[in-house]
């Protein structure tokens, strides 16, 4: 079994995976011009599809991390071959299958990634075989019922239970064709139906209650299947066949990760970050949208597409005082990634940021509201937890010398060194290692535009 360190995908060196990180508070501007790596959604996608489509699909600016790398060696249980391009793992070549998975020959690990396996399923659910699906501890979690009811609507079974991993799929096909309205506005859940009508028998049609990111609907297209998108209303008819495209398919710089950087950038007096090929898709620029209520500056330049996805540069300038704003519910689903750093944004902003609506956030990789309002409440902040959001009453500075949790979340760990860079002394963050399950470089690129941050270990 591989070690740890591997399965996050650290570099071999030493025996010890990095846990704890030291971080804040900055000694200077922030300054850099930088990419972030790419956009983890998309490269969830990008594979999958390419392992379902017939011939070969070239992907550059794949994101080399945990949870990315789970997807790619699935699709080879799958029956897929993935080669690897470069040695960092952003270029890579899919053979696909033509539609034709193979049974897999053990159990499928999804690892700490919702997406994957929710998405997994809506694949799994058309494949006419049995597999078992699992993941980490923080996944076994994660609930699972919003995605399988429907795909057993469909016709796929679950004969060990639906609502938690690990679980059994016996997929179906054909399946049946359905129209759902999910419940919850979830990518994830519109997805995984979407992925699934491609085995089905009709047109299958999703209608959301409110947009959510539509990377799905923009990337099938790509690969020759035909979406119809009418509001918040997607048909899927099935083509029968997804064909590779002729030309690389390009990943953006993920905007989830770019958040961390801007967010530290307004924060730090005096800072200047150039930010390059960031993903713009409305369904996923709700945290700039915010930050920019809040009174940020962020000057966006050669706004234009790579493939199908829009992307802009960014420079992001630190101002004197950012202000508190309040976050309806329907500004929820564009941002659900990037509220915790937002909350940090609010923490040092002037008066009251009330967000509402986002319950969604405690069923995360942790409990997102609750961890953020203890850690944050650590360092001198003054944090109102409810149970759909938060209330935050800005103060002029964060507390240092304390001793946090990031609790195994990535986003919450990322979001903590950020806070620390307007500490007033370093912080340790423990349990942060899960970072490299979306952003692996996020240490390397914080210290080249001059956070302080760096592993304990280091």
């Given at each position: 079994m591989p070690s740890k360190r591997a399965m996050l995908g650290w570099p071999r060196r030493g025996s010890a995976v990095p846990e704890?990180?030291?971080?804040?508070?900055?000694?200077?501007?922030?300054a850099g011009r930088v990419r972030v790596p790419g956009d983890k959604s998309i490269s969830h996608r990008a594979v999958m599809l390419a392992a379902l489509a017939a011939g070969e699909t070239?992907?550059?600016?794949?994101?080399?991390?945990?949870?990315t790398l789970a997807t790619a060696r699935i699709m080879e249980a799958l029956g897929a071959k993935v080669i690897w391009e470069s040695e960092d793992k952003t270029r890579l070549r899919v053979l696909g299958t033509g539609m034709r998975l193979q049974a897999p020959s053990a159990v499928l690990d999804a690892g700490n990634s919702g997406t994957c396996a929710r998405l997994l399923l809506g694949i799994l659910a058309g494949q006419p075989f049995a597999a078992r699906v699992d993941g980490d501890a923080s996944l076994r979690r994660r609930p699972m019922r919003r995605v399988t009811r429907p795909l057993a609507e469909m016709g796929a079974r679950f004969p060990e239970g639906d609502e938690h991993l690990p679980?059994?799929?016996?997929?179906?096909?054909?399946?049946?064709?359905?129209?759902?309205r999910p419940e919850v506005p979830s990518a994830q859940v519109k997805s995984?139906?979407?992925?699934?009508?491609?085995f089905a028998e009709g047109t299958t049609i999703v209608e959301e209650v409110r947009p959510t990111r539509d990377h799905t609907e923009r990337m099938l297209p790509v690969f020759s299947q035909p979406i119809v998108r009418e509001g918040r209303r997607v048909q899927l008819h099935p083509k029968g066949a997804l064909q590779a495209p002729v030309m690389p398919l390009v990943v953006p710089a993920d905007p989830s990760s770019a958040a961390f950087l801007a967010a530290a950038a307004l924060l730090v007096p005096g800072s200047r970050v150039e930010l390059v090929e960031v993903g713009t898709n409305p369904r996923r620029d709700g945290w700039r949208r915010i930050l920019a209520r809040m009174g940020a500056e962020m000057t966006e330049d050669r706004r234009r597409l790579l493939g199908e996805e829009p992307v802009a540069d960014f420079v992001v300038e630190s101002v004197p005082q950012l202000k508190g704003v309040v976050v309806h519910e329907a500004e929820v689903p564009d941002a659900i990634d990037e509220f915790p750093v937002l909350f940090v944004v609010a923490a040092l902003a002037e008066g009251v940021f009330e967000l509402r609506g986002a319950a969604e956030l405690r069923v995360k990789e942790s409990d997102r509201i609750a961890v953020m309002a203890e850690n944050l409440a650590k360092m001198g902040a003054r944090v109102q937890e409810r149970a759909d959001g938060v209330r935050i009453e800005g103060v002029r500075t964060l507390q240092g010398g304390v001793e946090l949790d990031a609790q195994h979340d990535h986003r919450i760990a990322m979001a903590l060194a950020v806070a620390a860079q307007r500490?007033?002394?370093?912080?340790?963050?423990?349990?942060?290692?899960?970072?490299?399950?979306?952003?692996?470089?996020?240490?390397?690129?914080?210290?080249?535009?001059?956070?302080?941050?760096?592993w304990e270990d280091a």
């Amino acid at each position: 079994m591989p070690s740890k360190r591997a399965m996050l995908g650290w570099p071999r060196r030493g025996s010890a995976v990095p846990e704890t990180l030291l971080a804040g508070p900055a000694q200077a501007p922030l300054a850099g011009r930088v990419r972030v790596p790419g956009d983890k959604s998309i490269s969830h996608r990008a594979v999958m599809l390419a392992a379902l489509a017939a011939g070969e699909t070239r992907i550059e600016g794949f994101l080399p991390a945990a949870d990315t790398l789970a997807t790619a060696r699935i699709m080879e249980a799958l029956g897929a071959k993935v080669i690897w391009e470069s040695e960092d793992k952003t270029r890579l070549r899919v053979l696909g299958t033509g539609m034709r998975l193979q049974a897999p020959s053990a159990v499928l690990d999804a690892g700490n990634s919702g997406t994957c396996a929710r998405l997994l399923l809506g694949i799994l659910a058309g494949q006419p075989f049995a597999a078992r699906v699992d993941g980490d501890a923080s996944l076994r979690r994660r609930p699972m019922r919003r995605v399988t009811r429907p795909l057993a609507e469909m016709g796929a079974r679950f004969p060990e239970g639906d609502e938690h991993l690990p679980l059994v799929i016996e997929g179906r096909r054909p399946l049946a064709a359905i129209t759902h309205r999910p419940e919850v506005p979830s990518a994830q859940v519109k997805s995984a139906i979407l992925l699934a009508g491609l085995f089905a028998e009709g047109t299958t049609i999703v209608e959301e209650v409110r947009p959510t990111r539509d990377h799905t609907e923009r990337m099938l297209p790509v690969f020759s299947q035909p979406i119809v998108r009418e509001g918040r209303r997607v048909q899927l008819h099935p083509k029968g066949a997804l064909q590779a495209p002729v030309m690389p398919l390009v990943v953006p710089a993920d905007p989830s990760s770019a958040a961390f950087l801007a967010a530290a950038a307004l924060l730090v007096p005096g800072s200047r970050v150039e930010l390059v090929e960031v993903g713009t898709n409305p369904r996923r620029d709700g945290w700039r949208r915010i930050l920019a209520r809040m009174g940020a500056e962020m000057t966006e330049d050669r706004r234009r597409l790579l493939g199908e996805e829009p992307v802009a540069d960014f420079v992001v300038e630190s101002v004197p005082q950012l202000k508190g704003v309040v976050v309806h519910e329907a500004e929820v689903p564009d941002a659900i990634d990037e509220f915790p750093v937002l909350f940090v944004v609010a923490a040092l902003a002037e008066g009251v940021f009330e967000l509402r609506g986002a319950a969604e956030l405690r069923v995360k990789e942790s409990d997102r509201i609750a961890v953020m309002a203890e850690n944050l409440a650590k360092m001198g902040a003054r944090v109102q937890e409810r149970a759909d959001g938060v209330r935050i009453e800005g103060v002029r500075t964060l507390q240092g010398g304390v001793e946090l949790d990031a609790q195994h979340d990535h986003r919450i760990a990322m979001a903590l060194a950020v806070a620390a860079q307007r500490a007033s002394a370093p912080v340790r963050i423990r349990h942060a290692a899960e970072i490299a399950t979306s952003f692996p470089s996020f240490v390397e690129l914080a210290q080249a535009i001059g956070m302080q941050v760096r592993w304990e270990d280091a």
